[in-house]
C-alpha cells in the first residue's frame, strides 16, 4: 500500500536539491514510492531529472550502519551501545587533545549533496577539542576558483543562466551534473532560441556540447591556452568592454599587456582549437548582450585549474559580464560556503588554506611523517574520503596511521571500514536537513526539509550525536539548558533574546551555541534538527538587514532572525530568505573600494610561465589522458552504495573513442586492462565518438562494495585507486583528477579476470 499523501522533502542527490514531493509505503510506510517535483519550491519549481526515482536505494541499503561500532584488534568491529561510545570516543579524543593540542584533530567533511546541517553541529564538538584544521570536498574542486574570485571581486559569483543571451560552460556537463536551477529546461530554452548561443568547451561531445551552438574540443588539459587566445583576440580585436573598465576596474592596465604579449596562433595550435573558431568564439563571448558562465571539475581538476579560473574571470571582467540580469552576480547565502580568502598554511605541508580548508591532496603529507604538528586523530563526517580523495592507497595508509579516527555515516563506507568507532547516523529522510548550496539571484531561497519517518532504533541524528559529545566533555550542564528550557516555553522571541543574554552572560557558551539551540529549542519532532538554522537566520539578520528585509523579515536583527526562522520552520517546501537587486551588485562589490582587483601579479607571472613553457614530453608509457570521475546519468558521488540503483552503465564503463578501439581491436562491451602510475585494472570499455583519440573517461562514484548473497561485491572502478595525489595546482592544491596520464591494452576475453591488486 503506498499512502496517497505527497510529502515535501528534497533530493539529496546533486546539488540542486530540487524539492521534491514524495509519498510512501511499503513496510511501515518507510519506503519512498512515488516522486514528483515539488512546483511550490521557490527554486526548482516542480524540475526534477530522473535520478530521485531511484531514491529508495540510498534509504535501504544492505549496508547501512545500525548500531556504534568498536574495531576490535583483529580488524573486525563489536557491536556497543551509545553511552558506551560516546564515553569512550569523549575520552579518546580527550586524550590525543591532552597529548598534543586540539590542533592535531582534524576534521573531514560536515555535509555532501543534501546534508548541511551535521557541519553546524560540528563547529560545536570542533571548538570544545580546539580542533583547529579542516577539510571537505570543496578543497578538491572549488578552492582555486574561490581565492581568484575573492581577491577579484571580494567573494565568489554565480551566473544567471535564465536571463543570458550567450551561456558559456568551460569543462561542465550540465545535461548530466545539473549544477544550476532545472537545468535541462534552461538548457533547452538557450539550445531552442536563434536570438541565445550555447557556448561549451569540453574534450568530449558531451549531451551539453551535442545541444551547443559552438563546441570547442579543446585537447585535454590545455584550457589555459585555449583561454589565454580567447583573451588575446578580445584585446587584440578591441571588444573590451571599455566603459565597463574604467569604470569598476582598478588595475587593467598590466592584464591588457600581458594579454597583448600572448601568442594567438600558437595558442589555438596547443589547444587543439582551429584560430578562426577561437575567433569567432570570442566574438559571440564578447558580443554578448548578457554571458552567463560557468566553469567546473573539467577544469578545476586539470592542469593549470587556478590559472584558468583567473582567466575565466578576466573573461567574465574584460567583456562587463557583471551586475546586470543575464550576466554575473554575488549571491546572498546563509553560511558565507563560497569563500576564498586565505590567512594560514597547513601545518606540516604548509600548503595553502583557502576558506578555511586544507587541499585535500596535502592531508596524507600532513599525517605520514614524524612532524610534531602532524595530525593525529581525524572525525569524518558525511564523507566518503577513502573512496573520494587521491590516491586510495596513500589515503587509507594514512588512515591507518592515526592515532584514532572516528566516522559518523549511514553506511559502511569505505572510510567507515577504517574507523576505530562507526557512529551510526540518521539517514536524511529520518532528520530534518538542509543545504547551504542555492545560489539563486535576485531572490535566493532555503529549505528546511522536515523528516519523512523517525529512524530506527540504533541511529541517531547528528546533532544528537554532538550534543551528547558536548555533554560528555562537560562543555554544557542541565544548568546552562534549564533557563533557555524555560523561555523557549514562552515562544521564540522570548527564546532568542534569553538565549543572547545568556551567551553574553558566560561567552563561554558561544562555542556551545549550535547544541544548545538543539536541545532547548521548542520545535515540532520532525524539524527537531532544524535549531541550528536560528542561529544561521540571526548571523543573516546582522550581516544582510537589507537582503533579507526586502524578502520580508525587517525589523532589528532580532525581529528579523525570528520572522525568518518562523517562516521556514512553517514552509517546508522551501521560501525566498533574501531578495537582491542587480543594480546593487556592482555597488556593494565586497571589495574595500567596492571595486574589481584584474590584475593577480602571482597569476599573470604563472601566465607568462605557462606560455613560455616548452610543450611537455608524453611518457611513452602512459601516452593517454584518462579523465578519472565523469558523471553520468546514474552517479551521484557515494551517496547511494547500491549498484541497483543505476538504470544505465550498470558496470561504470571506460569510454574511448572509436580510433583507439579499432587500434586495440576491440568493440563495446570488451574488457581492456587500463594502468597508470599508481595501479592497474580491467574494465569493459563503451566506444563512443564522443571521444577525442587519446581520451579516456571513467565515471565517478563507481568501485562501492556493497553486500550481495555471497559477500561483498565490488561493482566498477574506483577512480582514485588510479590517481596520485602529488598530481595538483601548486597555489591552491586541487587535484589533477581529470588528466591522469594512462594506457590501455587488450586483454584476452577468455582469461580469468586478473586478482585485483592488494589492497594497500
Ligand atoms: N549525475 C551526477 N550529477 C552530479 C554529480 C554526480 O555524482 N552525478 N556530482 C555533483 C558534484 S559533487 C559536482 S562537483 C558536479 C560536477 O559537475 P561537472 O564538472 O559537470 O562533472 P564532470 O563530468 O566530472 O566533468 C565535467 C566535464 O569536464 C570535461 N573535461 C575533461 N577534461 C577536460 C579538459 O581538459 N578541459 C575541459 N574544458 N573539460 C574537460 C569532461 O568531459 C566532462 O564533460 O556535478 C554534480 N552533479
Ligand atoms: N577521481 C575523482 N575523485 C573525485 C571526484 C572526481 O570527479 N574524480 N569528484 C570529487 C567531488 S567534486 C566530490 S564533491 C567528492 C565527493 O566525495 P565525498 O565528499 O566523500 O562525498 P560522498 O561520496 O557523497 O560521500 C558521502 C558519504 O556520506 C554518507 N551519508 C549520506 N547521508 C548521510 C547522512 O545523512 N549523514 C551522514 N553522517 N552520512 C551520510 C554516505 O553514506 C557517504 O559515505 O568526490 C571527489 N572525488
Ligand atoms: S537535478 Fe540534482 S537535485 Fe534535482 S532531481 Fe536531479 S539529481 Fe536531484
Ligand atoms: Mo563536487
Known sequence: MTSTEWRPTACILCECNCGLEVQLGGDDDRHLIRFRGDKRHPSSRGYACEKP?????????????????????????????????????AARFAA?????????????????????????????????????????????????????????????????????????????????????????????????????????????????????????????????????????????????????????????????????????????????????????????LAGARALASFEDLGVQMNRGSTLVSYLHRLLIVLTGSLGRPGTHFVPTTLVDIANGASTKTSPVAEARIVGGLVPCNVIADEILTDHPARYRAMLVEAANPAHSLADSKRFREALRALDLLVVIDVAMSETAQLADYVLPAATQFEKAEATFFNFEFPANTFQLRPRLFAPPPGPLPEAEIHARLAEAWGAITEDDLAPL???????????????????????????????????????????????????????????????????????????????????????????????????????????????????????????????????????????????????????????????????????????????????????????????TRRDAVVVAVEVTDTMQPGHLALPNGLGLGYPGPDGEITTGVAPNELTASDDRDRFVGTPWHKHVPARIERVDRTAPAPAPAPAG
Open 53 to 89: 526515482h531511484r531514491l529508495d536505494h540510498y534509504q535501504h541499503g544492505r549496508d547501512r550502519v545500525t548500531r556504534p561500532l568498536r574495531r576490535r584488534p583483529d580488524g573486525g568491529f563489536d557491536e556497543i551501545d551509545w553511552d558506551t561510545a560516546i564515553r569512550e570516543v
Open 96 to 284: 590525543v587533545r591532552d597529548a598534543h593540542g586540539g590542533e592535531s584533530i582534524f576534521y573531514y567533511g560536515g555535509g555532501g549533496q543534501g546534508n548541511h546541517l551535521p557541519g553546524a553541529y560540528a563547529t560545536a564538538t570542533r571548538r570544545t577539542l580546539g580542533s583547529r584544521y579542516r577539510s571537505s570536498a570543496l578543497a578538491q574542486e572549488k578552492t582555486g576558483e574561490f581565492w581568484v574570485s575573492t581577491r577579484m571581486m571580494g567573494s565568489a559569483t554565480r551566473a544567471d543562466f535564465e536571463h543570458c543571451d550567450v551561456a558559456l560552460f568551460l569543462g561542465k556537463n550540465p545535461w548530466h551534473s545539473h549544477s544550476i536551477a532545472r537545468a535541462r529546461v534552461t538548457l533547452k530554452e538557450l539550445a531552442q532560441d536563434p536570438a541565445r548561443t550555447l557556448v561549451v568547451i569540453d574534450p568530449r561531445r558531451t549531451e551539453t556540447a551535442a545541444m551547443a551552438d559552438v563546441h570547442l574540443a579543446v585537447r585535454p588539459g590545455t584550457d589555459a591556452w585555449l583561454m589565454a587566445a580567447i583573451l588575446a583576440v578580445i584585446v587584440e580585436e578591441d571588444l573590451v568592454d571599455h566603459a565597463f573598465v574604467a569604470a569598476h576596474v582598478v588595475d587593467a592596465a598590466p592584464v591588457l599587456d600581458a594579454l597583448r604579449a600572448v601568442p594567438i596562433a600558437a595558442c589555438c595550435a596547443r589547444s587543439g582549437v582551429a584560430e578562426a573558431d577561437v575567433r569567432r568564439a570570442a566574438r559571440l
Open 485 to 675: 528550557r524555560a523561555a523557549a516555553a514562552e515562544g521564540l522571541a522570548a527564546y532568542a533574546q534569553a538565549f543572547m543574554a545568556r551567551v553574553a552572560m558566560h561567552p563561554r557558551l558561544s562555542a556551545q551555541a549550535p547544541v544548545i539551540l538543539y536541545r532547548t529549542l521548542a520545535l515540532p519532532e520532525a524539524l527537531r534538527e532544524g535549531a541550528v538554522v536560528l542561529g544561521l537566520a540571526a548571523k543573516a539578520a546582522l550581516e544582510r538587514p537589507a537582503s533579507l528585509a526586502r524578502a520580508g523579515f525587517g525589523g532589528s536583527p532580532l525581529e528579523a532572525a525570528v520572522a525568518l526562522f518562523t517562516a521556514i520552520v512553517e514552509h517546508p517546501e522551501g521560501v525566498v530568505f533574501a531578495v537582491d537587486a542587480w543594480d546593487g551588485v556592482l555597488r556593494d562589490l565586497p571589495t574595500p573600494d567596492h571595486k574589481i582587483r584584474a590584475a593577480l601579479p602571482d597569476l599573470l607571472d604563472e601566465l607568462a610561465a605557462v606560455l613560455a613553457a616548452p610543450a611537455e614530453v608524453v611518457d611513452p608509457a602512459f601516452p593517454m589522458v584518462l579523465s578519472a570521475g565523469e558523471r553520468r546519468s546514474f552517479t551521484a558521488n557515494t551517496i547511494i552504495r547500491d549498484p541497483a540503483w543505476r538504470k544505465k552503465d550498470a558496470g561504470g564503463a571506460l569510454r574511448i573513442s572509436p580510433a583507439d578501439a579499432a587500434a586495440l581491436g576491440v568493440v563495446d562491451g570488451d574488457p581492456v586492462r587500463l594502468t
